[in-house]
């Protein structure tokens, strides 16, 4: 069962839990230690948990070494922040079941948790499919593990997500509260 938090959240967008139960979607709780990981090009500050900060850079770093660029897009989301995120959606007229084919209902984002990365590269649009034909997926898929990330929404992933190679998730985290 999910929290009142969810429960409500998801009432006011108009998605069912039932729906969401059926996928297997596990909440998350908001990570309230947070540090900053990375000031993009753009100035933008991207937050992670402390061990994920810490793994984030090391691994960037190694990455750079075998001169592969890694370039943060995103990293800690509020649950706000991601209900904001459905909502402009809708407002622009998609329906929500391609929202939520690509995007977490607020409360069951890995974002929540500051474990979660999302990483382009030079030269590729953020966040499309075609990151894994770069040098910087082929990286990640050999050496990510070594800095405890994951990749958790693989081709036909059991929460039923659009492929997604740009989100790595570092460490274990608890899928429900």
């Not at 967008?13 to 090009?41: M, V």
């Not at 593990?145 to 081709?155: H, I, L, R």
Request: proline residues 5%; hydrophobic residues 40%.
């Amino acid at each position: 069962m999910y929290s009142a938090q969810a429960l409500a959240m998801l009432a006011e967008l108009g998605i069912s839990a039932n729906e969401l139960e059926a996928r297997g979607l596990p909440e998350y709780s908001q990570a309230a230690i947070l540090e900053l990981a990375e000031r993009g090009l753009d100035g933008r500050e991207h937050f992670l948990g402390p061990a994920a900060a810490q793994a984030w850079r090391l691994m960037k770093e190694a990455a750079r070494d075998d001169q592969v660029v890694l370039q943060m897009v995103s990293g800690f989301r509020s649950i706000e922040r991601q209900k904001a995120i459905i909502e402009r959606k809708l407002a622009k007229g998609q329906p929500l079941s391609q929202i939520l084919a690509v995007s977490a209902p607020p409360c069951f984002s890995q974002h929540h948790t500051g474990q979660a990365v999302d990483i382009g590269t030079l030269g590729y649009p953020p966040l499309e499919v075609e990151f894994e034909s770069t040098s910087a997926f082929a990286w990640l898929q050999r050496n990510a593990g070594q800095f405890g990330f994951s990749m958790p929404y693989a081709k036909n992933n059991r929460y039923d997500y659009s492929y997604e190679p740009w989100h790595w998730l570092h460490g274990e985290i608890a899928e429900s509260i």
